[in-house]
């Protein structure tokens, strides 16, 4: 219990200190008007009040993530705990914050435009790629999922198929719609379902004096039952909660309707510290209720919703269970919903699609919707082993970016190059050893991930060197505090 406490005090006070030195870091402008006011079309840049963001952003960012991956990741022991809580104050966090400003600096830009634009022209063509794949996969596993969670609490006729078509239909109108009009309106409802729920089992937890395991010198090693390596394997059974690239997709939705950069610390930093908090406490409820072996054999029956089904009504009996699990089931509808959302604006980015008229935001949803209803009838599992690895290597590609961008500001790039770098670590090692990469012997898939790191940093970072050379004299990258019409002026200027 002591250390689940002291961990999740440990998370807020990363979002206190950790979390402003990062704001400082970056050097936020408080008078700066943001691309909802300068660029506002009714549909995608629409200003929203600071509480609507932030319970947007937490469940943009949510989905099953950060209580699926938590559970799951109980199997590790308590050493779960650990990444959780660092991976979220000095990864995830930072990632978020940072996407979401460098977002907000570049007119709402997504991921690939970023990347692009930092990172070189080419890297935009690839990163599109990766986000268009990780985005349609979240958008069909999180149809698949709460359908599955719903079919549990409905009438039999009611089926899973049914409730996958519904469950499509309010995605097609999320994607269309403007964002203020559906998503805006129903959101600070779910926002709360969560947040009590959760916080009733969290309550439960302390008031019943569960026998939460603590870390001790005997623990901190890797307890998994059916002996899954722990580097890099808990990095991608808990993505969301600690560090995830999903994040990275969702954030630019938010730098198109954020009021000010003053809110950018609670909405970004802060949001994702909730998500830790909710990690950390599925993962104690987990913990507390089942011993590693007991958990694999739930998790083998019934994926992890069938354990956040008994996890519920354990600890919050009948009725209040009930409550805990639609709060579940939300998550990954309100993730859902707007990684259709981010998809369509991608790809309209990408092919200079005006998204005004609901005829050209049709032109690009259909068929984004017709290839993820044929992407329901793969195996559950098989979409869910190439989500983790285009998830994670979004995250490295994200951190990356976010790299660049304060090396050419000449800031303080060390808080995004070492996460960086872990998580470029950790995908390479995972692509080379998992057998939906290259299946190589665990030892030496470290030893070549760690020469392949190695040199595409050293390409990284003398493409860096180049490029701060060649926009110095120009300074068109180190001006985006200027007002977002001038700096588009000197943009266009240099090209």
């Not at 950790?18 to 006011?37: L, M, S």
């Not at 996407?99 to 890297?123: C, D, F, Q, T």
């Not at 499509?168 to 129903?186: A, N, W």
Request: glycine share 8%.
């Amino acid at each position: 219990m002591l250390t689940f406490l002291l961990g999740i005090a440990t998370l807020v006070l990363g979002y206190v200190f950790y979390g402003k030195f990062i704001e400082r870091n970056f050097g936020i402008e408080h008078k700066r008007r943001t691309p909802a006011f300068e660029l506002a079309d009714g549909n995608d840049f629409v200003v929203l009040g600071t509480r609507k963001n932030a319970l947007i952003q937490l469940l943009n960012i949510a989905g099953t993530g950060p209580i699926f991956g938590p559970i799951m990741g109980a199997l590790y022991g308590p050493v779960a705990f650990i990444w959780i809580i660092f991976g979220n104050i000095f990864a995830g966090a930072v990632h978020d914050f940072m996407l979401g400003m460098i977002s907000l600096r570049n007119e709402g830009a997504h991921l690939p435009e970023l990347a692009g634009r930092y990172l070189g022209k080419a890297m935009k063509h690839v990163v599109n790629a990766f986000a268009a794949l990780l985005l349609l996969l979240v958008g069909t596993v999180f149809v698949t999922s709460p359908a599955n969670l719903l079919a549990n609490l409905t009438p039999g006729w009611l089926g899973a198929g049914v409730l996958t078509l519904l469950i499509f239909g309010y995605y097609i109108l999320s994607t269309l719609l403007p964002i203020d009009k559906l998503i805006g309106k129903i959101y600070p409802f779910f926002g709360a379902l969560l947040i009590i729920s959760t916080f009733a089992i969290f309550i439960s937890l302390i008031v019943r004096g569960e026998a939460i395991p603590n870390l001790t010198l005997d623990n901190v090693r890797n307890m998994h039952p059916a002996g899954v390596s722990l580097f890099p394997g808990i990095l991608f059974t808990i993505s969301c909660g600690a560090m995830s690239g999903f994040h990275a997709t969702q954030t630019p939705i938010i730098s198109r309707t954020l009021d000010s950069e003053s809110d950018a610390r609670f909405v970004f930093y802060g949001m994702m510290t909730t998500e830790g908090v909710v990690a950390m406490i599925w993962a104690a409820a987990a913990m507390a209720l089942y011993d590693a072996p007991a958990l694999s054999g739930v998790i083998a029956e019934g994926t992890a919703s069938l354990a956040v089904e008994q996890i519920a009504r354990h600890y919050l009996g009948a009725i209040g269970g009930t409550f805990a699990i639609l709060g579940v089931i939300i998550l990954p509808i309100t993730s859902g919903d707007t990684a259709f959302r981010s998809l369509r604006m991608i790809i309209a980015d990408y092919l200079n699609i005006a998204q005004k008229a609901v005829s050209k935001r049709l032109l690009i949803t259909i068929p984004i919707f017709m290839i993820s209803i044929a992407l329901t009838f793969m195996d559950f599992n098989i979409l869910w082993r190439y989500f983790n690895w285009a998830n994670q290597s979004t995250a490295a590609i994200a951190l990356l970016v976010s790299t660049r961008y304060l090396y050419l500001k000449d800031k303080n790039y060390l808080v995004t190059l070492a996460p960086a770098s872990f998580m470029l670590y950790a995908v390479v090692v995972y692509i080379l050893n998992e057998q939906i990469g290259f299946g190589l012997n665990y030892n030496l898939s470290l030893a070549v991930g760690l020469a392949i790191t190695t040199v595409l940093l050293l390409v990284f970072w003398q493409s860096g060197l180049k490029q701060k050379n060649q926009l110095h004299a120009r300074h068109v990258l180190l001006n985006d505090h200027l007002p977002i019409k001038e700096l588009r002026a000197i943009r266009q200027q240099s090209r």
